[in-house]
């Protein structure tokens, strides 16, 4: 099968001629083609022990659960833990890169930090001494996945740190200065950066005030120079140099839906703005139990379904955005068999959707504002699809208003079926032209048609674009179309 293709870009008009949009880096161009990653929740909060009624899995204090003392923390055994599992785990919904949890809220640290004994390396896991962040490492290089870490500046019960500052009961039961705290997070973090040159992102949980931890955005920008920051947009985007801009920013929700319309460039917005001054694509974060970033014991019944997490990656990825979901070992280090079971049932998913391709092409040089690309032969007989839209963004999101157009094969007119606003890194559409499929994964297009009636051509129609500060026109990187007629038999 095969299909008349016409991608036409007619009569491109600019948002404002004075101010071109952001321009991304290489970097946030290669960080956006990973599409998914994991947050691998393990951290101390995975050996938490909840009290009656518990609401939190924080753990922070003793009307919800129990944080374990550095006492406590000293018999902790994880003896399961096993970073191979953890790896594999992630690629079987096609994780791309893994963002390890090396320090939470409660200031435990997976490495062997020189700052204080409150680590893994304290531990009874292998008889002490261990340092989890560089095995973490060794097996992402083995499987050929990007590693990440997250880290905590604004809160650290350890040290006695809230929201940035010093002043809470320290759970160590050493008091300290602000300076002293601030010379802590510094060397941590340098610790971290020091272990790879290969790390693809830093995660602030809860950003850096650099008004409070100045020496923070000087240590990124000098020892993880090429890394995505997350959450620290005051510090990671030049504005007398775009070329070092490498920031990436959360969207406002946990739920695996990105808002639209879905623009790389930051205002500080959910969705963005195209116009924004800096370009900081948003990344999409949720969890397989909802709703638990860490393990909790008798959880296993609210594991979303494998039709859920598919619909969030519709949400995410199909919203030209990147997707981090969750992986969370319980407190002896493993992956719980149930939640293994559903992540390859969700991996499995998406590959059977998207294993029936029928087109797979990029999109030509534009010439005068206007492209056609053709491809003849027979009519597409499919009822159920899902087309796929990546923008070339080399010069900036730059295509604003587009118009859907589908030409049947009863009629020579292309008829309008859908118009939207941005495309982005990649947009991900079904288009269901059964009456009554109402299959409602992702983004849907209903255009019911009778049966012998078959598509023959389609025509995306960009009609407002914005401009580049080369002059570069508004384009599309590539364009596919799969047949998702068996898509009952994949979810």
Not at 317 to 329: C, K, T, Y
Request: aromatic residues 10%.
């Amino acid at each position: 099968v095969s299909l008349h293709l016409a991608l036409v870009l007619l009569g491109c008009t600019t948002a404002s001629a004075a101010v071109p949009v952001a321009v991304p880096t290489p970097e946030q161009l290669a960080w956006q083609d990973l599409e998914v990653g994991v947050m691998l929740g393990f951290n101390l909060q995975s050996d938490c022990i909840f009290g009656a009624g518990a609401s939190t899995q924080r753990c922070q204090d003793t009307a919800s659960g129990f944080l374990p003392t550095p006492a406590t923390v000293e018999q902790w055994d994880p003896y399961q833990i096993d970073v191979e599992q953890w790896v594999k785990v992630a690629s079987s919904f096609g994780a791309k890169y893994i963002v390890l949890v090396a320090d939470h809220m409660a200031g435990f640290t997976l490495w062997d930090t020189k700052a204080h004994n409150f680590s893994i390396a304290n531990t009874r896991w292998r008889n002490g001494g261990q340092d989890l962040v560089q095995q973490f490492l060794a097996a992402c290089k083995a499987h050929g996945i990007k590693p990440g870490f997250f880290y905590s500046t604004h809160y650290n019960w350890y040290l006695g740190v809230n929201n940035f500052k010093v002043g809470w009961p320290p759970l160590g039961g050493v008091t300290y200065t602000q300076e002293q705290y601030n010379a802590i997070a510094a060397m941590q973090l340098k610790e971290v950066l020091e272990m790879s040159d290969d790390w693809a992102e830093v995660w602030f949980d809860g950003g850096v005030d650099t008004t409070i931890n100045p020496a923070m955005g000087p240590i990124v920008q000098q020892y993880g120079r090429k890394l995505m920051c997350h959450s620290c947009v005051n510090f990671t985007q030049d504005a007398s140099d775009p070329s070092k801009g490498y920031g990436i920013r959360w969207m406002g929700n946990e739920e695996g839906v990105m808002p639209l319309p879905s623009w790389g460039a930051s205002d500080g917005s959910t969705t963005g703005s195209p116009t924004a001054p800096y370009f900081m694509p948003p990344s999409t974060d949720t969890v397989l139990r909802n709703h638990y970033w860490f393990w909790k014991n008798n959880t296993a019944n609210t594991l979303r379904s494998t039709k859920t997490l598919v619909q969030v990656y519709l949400t995410s990825v199909g919203r030209a955005s990147n997707l981090i979901l969750n992986v969370g070992p319980n407190s002896t280090g493993a992956v719980p068999e149930v939640d293994v079971e559903r992540y390859a049932e969700m991996g499995n998913a998406l590959e059977c959707l998207f294993s029936d391709e029928l087109y797979n092409a990029s999109a030509p040089e534009p010439v005068n504002h206007t492209v056609t690309f053709d491809w003849r032969s027979q009519p597409i007989s499919a009822r159920n699809l899902s087309l796929w839209l990546l923008e070339d963004q080399t010069q900036g999101q730059l295509i604003n208003t587009w118009t859907l157009l589908l030409q049947f094969s009863n009629s020579s007119e292309y008829y309008p079926v859908h118009s939207d606003t941005g495309i982005g890194h990649k947009r991900i559409f079904s288009l269901e032209l059964a009456p009554g499929s109402e299959t409602s994964l992702g983004d849907v297009i209903q255009t019911p048609t009778d049966a012998s009636v078959t598509l023959v051509g389609m025509r995306v129609q960009i009609m407002s674009a914005f401009v580049s500060a080369t002059g570069q026109p508004a384009r599309l990187r590539s364009v596919r179309m799969f047949s998702w007629d068996n898509q009952a038999g994949c979810v």
